[in-house]
């Protein structure tokens, strides 16, 4: 059996909208005159717990959780997260029962993820920080297995080889392959699924720049790659066969996790001016911010066609009241 044919067997939900629509942004790549054409991949648009790029790697997760008889899932995040909200949506929706462990956000107030936490039923557990998470979770998982529940872990943003799945089964929704896809980074899933998609689909030439939203690129970078090849262990695939460079590019974090820079907000403003396009202040807008950057510096005028992944999360634009 070929890797690929491997990757086709595991199971996954489809709780999703897909393909998700890709976009040209001719209007934008007028208004900066540059020569590549410019395209952008809805997943903001996945659907389910107000979409984006964690519903592609739950849908593996939560087939798993199905299938093997889990009745609870526990996961972790900012206040903020995402990943926690969709988590908390896709429980919901699939009947578990689930447990965020959460630190506070850096921008303070009431986050409207938070809210939404809270209409879907999950259970909050507060933590001080960033480190308290993974140790709340233990011991959570340690309480509500002696409560005879089974619960199911998903670590941080689903950044493991199955969740990272979501993503090689993303790069199989693409009809051509872009010379270039630009996208957010953080917990490494989505850029190793994307990677290992690329080299599993045959999209040989297509350069990936993952953006990061917080830590150094080196540490990204690492654990991408090795990411990438725990996917090749499960695949069968030959040691380093589904590896490629790993770009990450960690020049527009700005002040830091979650706090908006000049060139994320001037991104935000101008892709919502430009083609009626929001994006999210914590990930997308420093990505964006990013492709600009590439843009005008002209490191990508040689290119034919860059494709800006769009990995949701715009709901941080919002507190609830
Ligand atoms: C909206 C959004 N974009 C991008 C990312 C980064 O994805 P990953 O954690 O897979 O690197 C995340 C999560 O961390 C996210 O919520």
Redesign the pocket.
């Known amino acids: 059996m070929t890797p690929l044919d491997r990757f086709r067997r595991i199971g996954r939900l489809v709780l999703g909208h897909y393909p998700t629509p890709v976009q040209e942004m001719a209007r934008l790549r007028a208004h900066l005159r540059t020569r590549p054409r410019l395209w952008i991949k809805r997943d903001?648009w996945t659907g389910p717990g107000f979409g984006?790029?964690?519903v592609r790697?739950l849908e593996y997760y939560l087939w798993k959780a199905l299938r093997q008889g889990y009745d609870t899932v526990i996961t972790c995040g900012a206040e903020t997260?995402?990943?926690c909200r969709v988590t908390a949506a896709l429980a919901a929706q699939c009947g578990l029962e689930c447990h965020l462990a959460l630190n506070p956000a850096a921008q303070g107030g009431r986050p409207a993820s938070l809210l939404l936490d809270e209409l879907y039923g999950a259970v909050i557990h507060r933590v001080p920080g960033r480190d308290g998470r993974a140790p709340e979770m233990a011991r959570l998982a340690g309480e509500l297995r002696a409560a005879g529940r089974r619960p199911m872990e998903i670590p941080?943003?689903?950044?493991t080889p199955l969740?990272?799945l979501g993503?090689v089964h993303a790069v199989s929704e693409l009809k051509t392959a872009p010379a270039v896809i630009v996208?957010?980074?953080?917990?490494?899933?989505?850029?190793?699924?994307l990677l290992a998609g690329l080299a599993l689909f045959g999209f040989a030439g297509t350069r990936v720049v993952?953006v990061s939203?917080d830590d150094p690129a080196a540490e990204?970078a690492e654990t991408v790659r090795g990411i990438v090849a725990r996917i090749e262990v499960d695949l069968g695939a030959p040691a380093c066969s589904l590896q490629r460079e790993i770009l990450v590019d960690d020049r527009f974090t700005g002040p830091g996790y979650g706090v908006p820079s000049a060139e994320s907000e001037e991104a935000l403003r101008l892709l919502a001016r430009t083609e009626g396009i929001v994006l999210?202040p914590?990930?997308?807008a420093k990505?964006f911010a990013g492709l600009l950057g590439l843009l005008r510096d002209g490191g990508l005028e040689g290119e034919s066609d860059v494709l800006f992944w769009h990995?949701?999360?715009q709901l941080?634009l919002f507190s609830a009241a």
Do not use: E
């Open positions: 903001d984006g790029n964690k790697k997260s995402n990943h941080l943003g689903a950044s969740g990272a993503f996208h957010s980074t953080s917990s490494g899933g989505t850029q190793a699924g993952g939203a990204i999210d914590v990930y997308t990505a990995t949701g999360g941080a």
